[in-house]
């Protein structure tokens, strides 16, 4: 699910995501939620200030996956 918004010059953007995942050869299954947020504002005609986080969790405990919930942070400040 993707939800944008646009006030004035500044956008805002959520994303979520369910993924079923496995692993070739194993017959454990997981499944890993992703959240994305993040917020685009232009700096000038050129150039845009960007930052933007994303997490990702386990949903099931599998051997192949590190048995914890938390997978990762993708966490990003920038301009392009």
Sequence with gaps: YVYKSTLQTVSLTSRNR???????GDFDDSYRFRTLFRFDAPLCESMDFSIWDEVFLN????????????????????LR
Aim: glycine fraction near 8%; charged fraction near 35%; aromatic fraction near 18%.
């Design 18 to 24: 369910l993924e079923y995942r496995s692993v070739r």
């Design 59 to 78: 949903l099931d405990h599998e051997r192949w996956n590190g048995n914890r919930t938390f997978d990762r942070n993708r966490f990003f400040i920038g």
